[in-house]
């Protein structure tokens, strides 16, 4: 895969995310993949339904988790593993490959993405200060 690819690999995984907000971890936002939750939500846009559908159980998987008060964001270690194993990048290489990725806005004004989930985004990229990975 070219850089190119791998972007749009990343930006495909962040476009079936909502953002969670959780009381036992408030200074936290997380990125929730679940492309049934995300499809639901397409199909009520394009039927006009204006109910916009809460999500009560929380279901899919955590991709990030930004953590506001510390600015670390943490990358489900699938994410991770998937550039170690394919590309033998080093934490370093895959930390610099992350930023550039979520800082080409091009490619994530073009995405459909909740606009919450690009709002969290910009925030995310203004403000952190590392990138952990974790299991």
């Not at 510390?70 to 895959?94: A, T, V």
């Amino acid at each position: 895969m070219t850089t190119c690819e791998l972007s749009d690999w990343l930006i495909n995984k962040i476009s079936c995310c909502y953002t969670v907000k959780s009381i036992l971890f408030p200074d936290s936002i997380f990125f929730i993949s679940d492309k049934n939750y995300i499809r639901k939500l397409k199909l009520n846009k394009i039927n006009n339904q204006n109910d916009y559908l809460k999500k009560r159980t929380i279901t899919g998987t955590c991709l990030f988790n930004h953590d506001i008060k510390l600015n670390i964001l943490f990358i489900n270690y699938e994410i991770w593993r998937f550039f170690e194993k394919n590309y033998s990048f080093d934490h370093e290489d895959i930390r610099k490959l992350m930023i550039s990725i979520l800082k080409d806005n091009t490619k994530l004004n073009k995405c459909k993405i909740l606009p919450e989930v690009r709002e969290n985004l910009g925030k995310l990229i203004e403000n952190y200060s590392s990138i952990i990975y974790y299991d």
